[in-house]
């Protein structure tokens, strides 16, 4: 079974940066997509970036593409999530995700996805 716990989240002042780093641990033979979501109050919970590990590829959502970079340290065993320009809609609970394929989830389809906690993320105008 595979954990993932992030770290990282806070408040910050709009148009700041905020670094989410998330340490995979376990069976991790099925992580050949990682990523992150965000979740708003009482909204369901939406893709921001994803990463491709065959070959490095990402994806990002409309909404924080040239803000946001997700990489990570494979020597870690970490992903990260960089924020840049942060915006008060940015503001939500940040979830770790990792799972077999990023098509899957590019096709909304989240079954085979593990999860992390998530991490608050809070953006003051």
């Known amino acids: 079974q595979v954990r993932l716990v992030e770290f990282g989240g806070g408040p910050v002042q709009s148009g700041g940066s905020l670094r989410l780093s998330c340490v995979v641990s376990g069976y991790t033979a099925n992580t050949a997509c990682m990523g992150w979501f965000r979740q708003y109050p009482g909204k369901d919970r939406e893709r921001v970036a994803l990463?491709?590990?065959?070959?490095?590829?990402?994806y990002y959502d409309d909404s924080v593409k040239g803000r946001f970079f997700i990489s990570q340290d494979s020597a870690q065993n970490t992903l990260y999530l960089q924020m840049n320009s942060l915006k008060p809609e940015d503001t939500a609970m940040y979830y770790c995700?990792?799972?077999?394929?990023?098509?899957?989830?590019?096709?909304?389809?989240?079954?085979?996805?593990?999860w992390g906690q998530g991490t608050q993320v809070t953006v003051s105008s």
């Open positions: 995700v990792v799972g077999s394929r990023c098509e899957l989830i590019l096709q909304y389809a989240y079954f085979d996805l593990a």
């Open positions: 990463l491709y590990n065959d070959t490095g590829s990402s």
